[in-house]
Nanobody, 124 residues
Framework: QVQLQESGGGSVQSGESLRLSCAASAYMYSGSCLAWFRQVPGKSREGVAT???????TYADSVQGRFTVSRDNVNRTMYLQMSSLNPEDTAMYYC??????????????????WGQGTQVTVSS
């Protein structure tokens, strides 16, 4: 059973917007902090945004003010609304979950549950 499934990636022009979704199983969604990471080839995964069960959010400095993370408790889905995209945002985006409070400063190796990823490509 797929626990986390991302969707919504694609190719856009610089300055455009995109919304990513992460659908979670009932087990994975309830009580978990959800996070977005991104990774480019040759680099480690970078924390982008997190949202705790109580709605508390954290963001990487590089996306603060441009990206917004939210969660829909009815549909068990986390979203990442990305605006003012630039080529540096090009990466594979992953969602992750952990059953404790989380923040973008938490290293990726502490997350045990991951989706398969969705590619975002921003051209100038």
């Amino acid at each position: 059973q797929v626990q986390l499934q991302e969707s919504g990636g694609g190719s856009v022009q610089s300055g455009e917007s995109l919304r990513l979704s992460c659908a979670a199983s009932a087990y994975m969604y309830s009580g978990s902090c959800l996070a977005w990471f991104r990774q480019v080839p040759g680099k480690s995964r970078e924390g982008v945004a997190t949202i705790n069960v109580d709605g508390f959010t954290t963001y990487a400095d590089s996306v603060q003010g441009r990206f917004t993370v939210s969660r829909d408790n009815v549909n068990r889905t986390m979203y990442l609304q990305m605006s003012s995209l630039n080529p540096e945002d090009t990466a594979m985006y992953y969602c992750a979950a952990m059953f404790r409070r989380c923040a973008v400063t938490v290293p990726s190796n502490l997350y045990r549950h991951w989706g398969q990823g969705t590619q975002v490509t921003v051209s100038s």
